[in-house]
Nanobody
Framework: QVQLVESGGGEVQPGGSLTLSCAAS????????MGWYRRAPGKGRELVAV???????RYADSVKARFTISRDHAKNTASLQMNNLKPEDTAVYYC???????????????WGQGTQVTVSS
């Protein structure tokens, strides 16, 4: 059974930094992309950053130049370095992986349980 486990959330003051980590485990054949989404209170889920199998990265305009996604393909992990955090970054952050299980013929989306990030003075 595939699992995505996130860590690294917490509370930080504006201007501070946090690093989120995500580890995918289970009988995984291949991972196409790994990324991070977030859901702020009263809002829908939005893409924060994604790293594709081709090495392309994409960021939400609101986090460009502040957040950096990195991925270790050998370890099936992804990280999100968040700098200069703002109160509007407060949200539950979810790790996402588009992957194929060893027994399955298709790629599907998998989600972590979410980790809370709170930016407050």
């Amino acid at each position: 059974q595939v699992q995505l486990v996130e860590s690294g959330g917490g509370e930080v003051q504006p201007g501070g930094s946090l690093t989120l980590s995500c580890a995918a485990s289970g009988n995984i054949m291949a991972i196409s992309s790994m990324g991070w989404y977030r859901r702020a209170p009263g809002k829908g889920r939005e893409l924060v950053a994604v790293d594709t199998s081709g090495g392309t990265t994409r960021y939400a305009d609101s986090v460009k130049a502040r957040f950096t996604i990195s991925r270790d393909h050998a370890k099936n992990t992804a990280s999100l370095q968040m700098n200069n955090l703002k109160p509007e970054d407060t949200a539950v952050y979810y790790c996402n992986a588009n992957l194929r299980e060893a027994q399955g013929p298709y790629f599907s989306n998998y989600w972590g349980q979410g980790t809370q990030v709170t930016v407050s003075s």
